[in-house]
């Protein structure tokens, strides 16, 4: 709306301009083929104000202005130059970017609705995973092991057919070490449910969530080895102090090059 508004005043203006200069101008009415064209094209406001509306399409343009130029390049060309460039070219990248605003605008729209959505499924799926870990859970512990993981059989249970998929034996395994979050051993129901829902919601790949796991299980390695090697240090920089404490064995150089520890 706020597009064809300014479009229409900048066009009004023009036209404005036009019946000042163009419909007066000495040398365009006393040369015949000038004088025709501002007979035809500018005799009055609403005439020009559709003769301008050619220069948005882009409409037959040369026949209107080249004959006036001719005549009177001065007046003319800085007339139809600014006409031209304002109403052709900036009208145009207006109109582009309300075209890339709207786009914009139906994106966050679309993203917005796909949230609503996947909320609205960790709504229904929640209480789902919450009973289908109850059913696993035989003993009661509220702890599940990967040999509870590969009894259970979900498939008798119609009410828990929406999370079967999920909870199938073969896929915790492959992601076992990714939901227990507290590397305690055992799942618990919370790390269950709030592991596949993160899952789910980002609708992420069995495949990158075995990435995610190595790259995490790799973080945990690289920590290990730095808190190793920052003792080992310690201890070298220490020997009499820290070593002891520490329970590390010192490397030991030998005349063969090889390395054994102090205490072999």
């Given at each position: 709306g706020s597009v064809l508004v300014m479009?229409?005043?900048?066009?009004?203006?023009?036209?404005?301009?036009?019946?000042?200069?163009?419909?007066?101008d000495d040398k365009l009415l006393h040369d015949s083929n000038t004088k025709a064209i501002i007979s035809e094209k500018f005799s009055s406001l609403p005439i020009i104000f559709a003769t301008l509306?050619?220069?948005?399409?882009?409409?037959?343009?040369?026949?209107?202005?080249?004959?006036l130029v001719m005549v009177n390049p001065a007046l003319t060309v800085v007339y139809f130059g600014?006409?031209?460039?304002?109403?052709?070219?900036?009208?145009?990248?207006?109109?582009?970017?309300?075209?890339?605003?709207?786009?914009?605008?139906?994106s966050q729209n679309d993203e917005r609705m796909r949230r609503n959505e996947r909320k609205q499924m960790f709504e229904t799926m929640e209480p789902k995973l919450r009973?289908?870990?109850?059913?696993?859970?035989?003993?009661g512990s509220g702890e599940l092991g990967k040999a509870e993981f590969m009894k259970a059989d979900l498939s008798k249970r119609h009410d828990l057919a929406e999370v079967a998929e999920l909870l199938k034996p073969e896929t915790i395994i492959e992601l076992y070490d990714l939901l227990d979050t507290d590397e305690?051993?055992?799942?618990?129901?919370?790390?269950?449910i709030t592991g596949l829902m993160k899952l789910k919601l980002a609708e992420t790949s069995l495949e990158i969530a075995q990435i995610k796991q190595i790259a995490s299980q790799s973080q945990r390695s690289l920590k290990s080895v730095k808190v190793t090697l920052d003792k080992l240090v310690d201890a070298i920089r220490n020997p009499s102090n820290n070593a002891m404490e520490n329970n590390v064995?010192?490397?030991?150089?030998?005349?063969s090059g090889s390395f054994r520890t102090g205490n072999e």
């Open positions: 479009l229409f005043f900048s066009i009004y203006v023009f036209a404005c301009i036009g019946a000042e200069f163009l419909t007066r509306l050619q220069f948005v399409l882009v409409d037959g343009l040369a026949d209107i202005y080249m004959p600014l006409l031209i460039c304002f109403l052709s070219i900036l009208m145009a990248n207006l109109v582009t970017a309300v075209l890339v605003d709207d786009a914009i605008q139906n009973k289908a870990f109850k059913y696993i859970d035989e003993d305690s051993g055992t799942i618990t129901e919370d790390e269950l064995r010192l490397p030991t150089v030998i005349s």
